[in-house]
């Protein structure tokens, strides 16, 4: 495959691959002997998220700052009220997240001898200062953030901001993520190939000929790309 450039989705792709939020917070509940279920705890990641996009404060805080904001806005719907299950919750998410980052910058490290590379991601208007802390940024020539530029994926326009940014046209891009709807389909539409991350599973999709490639990890782009 050859392409100019090559974007990835930040949540459950470069923080670890295809591994949404949502799962790997409910995981931790568990652990920690909470036996909540999909359907309640979906309802209270889903007011969290609402409350972040809401949070214009969000928008210059780290990874451990957020994760905490998140977790406690989940805890605030399902009722809870345990300091000691929050801290747990924070710092199990946040230190996969930073390995997932660390074995990800150096993926992107060797990619980036092959193509220009972005991100483009739903978020809080602060996943350039994530990416900053974590290494990642300087390896990016485009960082594209849903809270920043008041537009979301699977909106076409998310997508095409970021090849202006690399000045390639969509077609010269491979969109990488771990969401088919928001990923794969958003990226299809803006006119860009796509790469869908789905893991060590198979996973079925309604429309299987707008992915170009699936992904077990993103170390398989390295072999693709060659």
Known sequence: MHVRAICFDYGGTLDGPASHWLDRFLALYHRAGLALTFERF??????????GYAETGLSGVGLQALVEFHVARQMEHLQLR????AEQIVTAFVRASRLALEESRGVLGRLREHAALGVISNFYGNVDRILTDEGLAPLL??????????????????FELAARGL???????????????KDVVGACAAGMRTAWL?????????????????????????AILQ
């Open 82 to 85: 345990d300091p000691a299950v």
């Open 167 to 181: 000045l390639c046209e969509t077609a010269e891009i491979l969109y990488v993520g771990d969401s088919f709807e």
């Open 42 to 51: 979906r309802k209270a990641f889903d007011h969290a998220t609402r409350c």
């Open 198 to 222: 789905v893991g060590a599973t198979e996973r079925a999709c309604r429309a299987p000929e707008l992915v170009d490639v699936r992904l077990r990890s993103l170390a398989d782009l390295e």
């Open 141 to 158: 020539d485009v960082i594209i953030d849903s809270g920043a530029v008041g537009v979301h994926k699977p909106d076409p326009a998310i």
